[in-house]
């Protein structure tokens, strides 16, 4: 799975369960975006560079389809 950012196929995987929540996320490696995504649908959780030409598509609410 690449970073929707930056591109990059170095990831680390987080797995968040509590009681019957669970949610898994993706850190890019590179450039410290995160990511979920549930149902084929990716949505951005934080990106680091807001400010930059490597700002993700959209803020907390934008979802697309993964590839």
């Known amino acids: 799975m690449q970073c929707p950012v930056c591109k990059n196929d170095e990831h680390?995987?987080?797995d968040l369960r509590s009681g019957g929540?669970?949610?898994d996320l993706v850190e890019c490696r590179s450039c410290g975006t995160m990511w979920s995504v549930n149902h084929g649908v990716?949505?951005?959780v934080e990106d680091p560079h807001s400010d930059s030409f490597?700002?993700?598509l959209s803020g907390d609410n934008f979802c697309f389809a993964a590839a």
């Open 12 to 14: 680390v995987a987080i």
């Open 21 to 23: 929540f669970t949610e």
């Open 42 to 44: 990716m949505a951005i």
């Open 54 to 56: 490597l700002e993700a």
